[in-house]
């Protein structure tokens, strides 16, 4: 089963919007939207527990959905995403999203 992880903090107003598109994106690929296991992040302990980069962050089977660059720093902030086409943006690129969906679905069939 393909474990999906949405981790978030209170001071970010697009984590909202990053979850319905989560949720979507699932659904398009046939996984069960309620199964995301949804986390506030909301110390810097829980910040440094859960390697937490900025709000929002997806982890499909552990993996960051676009891994933070190198100088990433861990702390309770709003995360900024590069989408494909070079914009930035609050929330991931839904290609990367669906991407991350689907390469774990087919690393578990092949187990």
Known sequence: ???????????????????????????????????????????DRAAHAETFVGSPTIRIDGRDVQPPVDDAHVALTCRVYRLRDGRYSPTPDPDDVRDALRAARGAQSTQ
Do not use: K, Y
């Open 1 to 43: 089963m393909t474990r999906v992880e949405f981790l978030w903090w209170e001071g970010c107003p697009s984590h909202e919007r990053a979850l319905a598109d989560l949720h979507a994106a699932m659904a398009r690929e046939g996984l069960d939207p309620e199964s995301v296991q949804t986390r506030e992040i909301d110390t």
